[in-house]
């Protein structure tokens, strides 16, 4: 059973910046892709970001040139880092192994001036 833990959430004004971390525990996490997810209100949720074991990436079409995902396998740590944040990015945040039914609470995201 995988355990994910997010933070970093919190209130920013447009065209600031937010990381966010996922911590893992209970699992091989290097052996496993990771993402992130959002949903926003009245929204479905969508792919964020997703990192593969090997350190490569994608991302979802509005965020590719202002978020950059990262991974810490000695931490067993997932990052977003979220530039240039703008209203539309206000959303719960979800980390998730990624193909797998393992997710976390989810952090709050909220920006606004």
């Known amino acids: 059973q995988v355990q994910l833990v997010e933070s970093g959430g919190g209130l920013v004004q447009p065209g600031g910046s937010l990381r966010l971390s996922c911590a893992a525990s209970g699992g091989s996490f290097s052996l496993y892709a990771m993402a992130w997810y959002r949903q926003g209100p009245g929204k479905q949720r969508e792919l964020v970001a997703l990192?593969?074991?090997?350190?490569?990436?994608t991302y979802g079409n509005s965020m590719r040139g202002r978020f950059t995902i990262s991974r810490d396998n000695a931490k067993n740590t997932v990052y977003l880092q979220m530039n240039s944040l703008k209203p539309e990015d206000t959303a719960i945040y979800f980390c998730?192994?990624?193909?797998?039914?393992?997710w976390g609470q989810g952090t709050q995201v909220t920006v606004s001036s």
């Open positions: 998730n192994v990624y193909s797998k039914n393992y």
């Open positions: 990192i593969a074991t090997g350190g490569g990436t």
